[in-house]
């Protein structure tokens, strides 16, 4: 009991340390370089957040739509960790950095032009009132769907509430976009948490499954004992 509740506090601190931050986005906008790339480097955005392409960092800066990120100039080497840095604050889903963060890329050759390194410094787009309410509105729904489903496994601990509770600890409404600026200045935490992020996810899975296996009685029923025990694997 007093272990399983040990571990019910860290997952709960854990999940509310990713979206709590976000509540500063509200007042404090966070910057960005106005470019997306996919997983394979490929810049298919130039835009970001900003609704005109103009102040966008990244179309200033002339980075064009279709143009690649080296990946061989890219190392998350504990001697190259402040590189591994700056990839990691342009892939992964991350959409915002830190203001006034400088991020330098090295583009590969492409539409005729040569290959060449280009240094972006992250900016806030124009503040969007409906956009901050409605983030407003996602901490606050997250937060508390978070605490309820804590409360739930410490009141009533099954496999049933657990299995609710670690699929909402990660999957809930909540922006995470802060916390994950935040680690951007320690690489290795930032990988660490990405790690952990993809275990999380899994979890969830598996404990929304097992949530749906167990409601609403928490009883365990033979034809769904097989799928139900093979949830952790």
Do not use: K
Not at 219 to 226: G, H, L, N, Q
């Amino acid at each position: 009991m007093i272990a399983s509740r040990a571990l019910l506090i860290l997952l709960t601190a854990w999940g509310l340390a990713m979206i709590v931050p976000d509540l500063a986005r509200v007042l404090q906008p966070l910057g960005s370089l106005g470019l997306y790339a996919n997983n394979d480097g490929v810049i298919y955005d130039v835009d970001g957040p900003f609704e005109d392409e103009a102040i966008s960092p990244a179309t200033r800066a002339g980075i064009e739509t279709g143009d690649r990120i080296e990946f061989e100039h890219i190392g998350c080497q504990p001697a190259l960790f402040a590189r591994c840095g700056d990839a990691l604050a342009m892939f992964g889903g991350l959409d915002y950095v830190l203001p006034g963060r400088a991020v330098t890329i090295d583009l590969a050759p492409s539409g005729g032009r040569p290959a060449r390194q280009v240094t972006l410094v992250a900016e806030r787009p124009p503040a969007n009132y409906v956009d901050v309410a409605v983030l407003a509105l996602d901490q606050l729904a997250g937060i508390a769907v978070i605490l309820a489903a804590a409360w739930l496994v410490w009141t009533r601990p099954s496999a049933m509430s657990w299995g609710f509770f670690l699929y909402v600890n990660w999957f809930n409404p909540g922006q995470a976009h802060a916390f994950y600026a935040l680690l951007q200045q320690w690489p290795a935490l930032l990988l660490a948490q990405f790690l952990a992020g993809s275990i999380a996810q899994a979890v969830g899975y598996a404990g929304l499954l097992l949530f749906v296996i167990r409601a609403p009685g928490n009883r365990e029923e033979a034809r769904w004992r097989p799928l139900e025990r093979a949830l952790p694997w």
